[in-house]
């Protein structure tokens, strides 16, 4: 695979091109989802030319789709880190997966037993196991984010008891860019016998995902956070799922990976999966496609890095402006979170949004997160995200942006 580096890779992104008043847009909006490469497209388009059918069937085409599903699941397993394709299920959405986990876990549970949360998580972490509470009465503790909206390990902790079932946490927050300390939660987890569930939908654009050497139960993330289409992706340990009484017709297959799959699945956007990871491997090299995924998130990560940074030194330089989450000493996402007290963020947004530079406010929806810190009844925060095709000249646009948002 020819090596490529961040900087060559804005013209494979057609949407790109796309201007607003003349400017062209900066997509700075990628937690929300990434843009899409031309392969990633061609991938999903060749699907409705060529092999538009369903699996299982005895003619060619339904056996294209039995390969590609197949050949889909293995590169999503290595890409994940994980051993097998058995091991990873496709549905249409992470939260439809973990609400579907959830449910199949939760007829275990009942009172007395515990399950915990974080304040650190998007709400697509935190429903399906508050449910469980008021559906099969199993208590949901939560844990609290530390001042600097990082998550307290002590808290987490003191939690985590002889009746905890469950850790759900996130990899990494998709509104402060926090990275928490997962080898912590695992041997914390393990020494009371208690699920690990990760949240990755963040991380896995940024960062090298390793579900054996996390050793993780589950693994949630969607591929359109990492440069392909909606698609949601579910980890879970070998042997677990088959294990777990999911929700199933009693004519689809019987063990995992598709014991917790729903109906037909989407098999152009599941082949476009396969074509985005094979994307961001071809930023790395090696001897496979592993050691190319590992070497690509370095210089993926460098590059974001650099982006990021740029943004931070100006817009911390803005009188007023608070720059939420760690310094990139310590891990943590290129997603970058401020605030000020004169501005709403849904003001500063719509000023930059007129200039053609795309950011989100708002809570997105880590609603505890932006309550925690006391945001929510400002408006909750300006969130800008940064990945592969994004510039230091974009990051510069924004900086000015708010801070002439700020002086009008």
Known sequence: MTERTPDQCRADFPSL????????IAYLDGPAGSQVPEPVIEAVSAVYRHSNGNTHGCFPVSRDVDDLVAHARATVATFLGADSGATVSFGPSMTGLNFSLSRALGRQWG????????????EGNRAPWLRLAEERGVTVREVALAPDGTLDLEDLEEKLTERTRLLA???????????PDLARARRLTAAVGAYLLVDAVHYAPHFAIDVAGWDVDFLLCSAYKF?????????????????????????????GPERIQLGTQNFAAISGVRAAVDYIASFG????????????????GEHERRVATSYVDRVAAISGVKVWGPAFETPRAPTIAISHPARSAAELAAHC????I??????????????????????GLLRAGFLVYNTV????????????????
């Open 169 to 179: 946490m996130t990899a990494a927050s998709n509104a402060l860019g926090i990275v």
């Open 353 to 356: 949004g007129q200039q053609g």
């Open 227 to 255: 440069y392909g289409p909606h698609v949601g992706i579910l980890y879970c340990r070998p042997g677990l799922l088959d294990q777990l009484d999911t929700d199933r017709l009693r004519t689809q297959g019987q063990t």
């Open 17 to 24: 091109e796309r201007q607003h008043r003349g400017q062209p």
């Open 393 to 408: 000249s974009e990051a510069e646009r924004l900086a000015t942006a708010v801070g002439e948002a700020l002086r009008a």
């Open 285 to 300: 090299e090696g001897a496979d496609l592993r050691s190319e995924l590992l070497s690509a998130f370095e210089r993926i």
């Open 111 to 122: 009172p007395g037993d515990e399950v915990v949360i974080t304040a650190a998580d998007h």
């Open 358 to 379: 795309q950011v989100w406010d708002g809570h997105f929806y880590a609603i505890r997160t932006t309550e925690s810190l006391g945001l929510e009844g400002q408006g």
